[in-house]
């Protein structure tokens, strides 16, 4: 029988080892634009290593379901990678702590419609996982020599539900 990870609300403070949290929640730290925009500011540690740069890209990505059978997860040891919904809708997060090399103690959130995440460099990770088309998100992170992706696959896989 597969591990149960049980699905919790998405909240900076139950995120702050994995990552950070980036919403646009209580005051904004700025008022720009003539007062008709707030800013948020510097919401995430953005890390590409050394030799990195900084990249943007669009992922889009098909719809799961819960619950979710997980069976792969990765990280990337050269930088931070964070991901920001193009839509108002509800998606599933899926972090590990590391363990000598190998992903353990699995958490799964829920992120609300309107929260993005960073995973800080190094940090095991489900692939992406949108519950709603179109599934569509903006990727931040590092663009670079190196081969910045390690991934294990889970025998059994866990199972992700509510």
């Known amino acids: 029988m597969p591990d149960v ?7 900076a403070d139950a995120f702050a080892p994995f ?3 980036m919403e646009a929640e209580g005051a904004p730290d700025k008022i720009i634009n003539q007062g008709f925009c707030g800013r948020f ?8 290593g050394p030799d990195g740069r900084a990249g943007i890209s669009i992922f889009k990505a098909e ?3 819960l619950p979710y059978c997980l069976d792969l997860v990765e990280r990337h040891p050269d930088g931070s990678q964070a991901f920001i919904p193009m839509s108002m809708d509800d998606w599933l997060v899926i972090v590990a702590a590391d ?3 190998t992903p353990a103690d699995f ?8 929260q993005a995440i960073n995973f800080h460099r190094g940090i095991w990770h489900g692939v992406l996982t949108p519950l709603h088309a179109p599934g569509l ?14 991934e294990v696959r889970l025998d059994p896989p866990c199972v992700v539900q509510i």
């Open 5 to 11: 990870i049980k699905l919790q609300p998405l909240t």
């Open 19 to 21: 990552g950070d949290v």
């Open 41 to 48: 500011h510097d919401r995430a540690k953005l890390d590409f």
């Open 63 to 65: 719809p799961r379901s």
């Open 99 to 101: 363990d000598n090399g």
């Open 107 to 114: 958490h799964a959130f829920l992120a609300a419609p309107g």
């Open 137 to 150: 998100f903006a990727v931040i992170d590092r663009i670079g020599d190196t081969p910045n992706l390690e």
